[in-house]
């Protein structure tokens, strides 16, 4: 009862063309992802606890520091769902490592704003970081962070603070978390 | 390269491959919500998903932003499943610039299939 989320793999004959689908698509450049793919299962789901561990456990020894003024939040401190929810193994570290991307942007934005050129380019150098961490190396690819990059970060070095204006609409309650330290 | 003949689920949208991830995944069947964990990068354009492979019961899926909570409304898939674009709460099939995952759940159902599995176009 309550199974969990794994990798598929039993292929009933009602799969069939979905196999021969991701198949085609597996042929045609990159399409279909493998692995973890878009969406899908691998391993245990945790409940809103394990996955605040998980959090934590990854914030304890996060490889690259943040702006001036910004710390993690507690795991206590991190909003909890309204409904029971369970989470596909890796939420936690990226939500670590997502809120230390909303940092670095909203870094990039403010000197921006300031005029201040050097904090400026430093929070991109950071942000150029991204294929290193978890998010982007387990939980995303590198297509999307290329994606990313072009319509984000690309332009902010062109001076055009709107793109990282939009991204951090959703970065904006972890990062007033993260200034409160 | 370009992708053409895929089926006729895929015939009548785009087809760049770059926008395409195999997804699937494995739902409490206690019909629990799940937050998977891996991430895409979306432009600004109409992001759609097909499942063509559903659960025994029915599934609901929709993306969530970074941090955010879930800003499009679910789609739910009955039966075999089907094609379905996304929608933002106010109906817009415009979906912002963004990182996006999958929330997801099935109709509980303690015996049977729990696996969906699909294209995500994004």
Redesign the interface.
Known sequence: MGSTASMVTRFPVRLALGLALCIALAGCGGSGTGGRGGGGGDGELLDHRAMLREYAERVEEFPFPLPEGYAFPKPEALPTPAVPTLYQKGNGVVRADTAWMCAWLNEWLEAWGAGDSGRAQEALRWLEKLPETEFIASYSDLQSFRAFEAAVLERARLGDPEPVRGMLGSCRDIIELMKRG | ???VG??VF?RRIVLP??????????????G??????????H?TEQAARLV??NVGTYSR?GLR????SQIMRSNQYKG?GGYAPFATLLGLLTI????Y??N?RMGAW?SRD???????V?
């Open positions: 390269m370009p992708c895929l089926g895929l491959p770059e926008k395409l991830s195999s997804v699937w995944g494995e739902p409490h069947t206690g629990y919500l799940g937050k998977y964990s891996t991430y895409r990068w432009n063509y492979d899926l932003e970074i941090f955010g075999s912002p610039a963004g990182w995952a999958l997801g303690f729990n696996v969906w599995q699909g294209i995500l994004l």
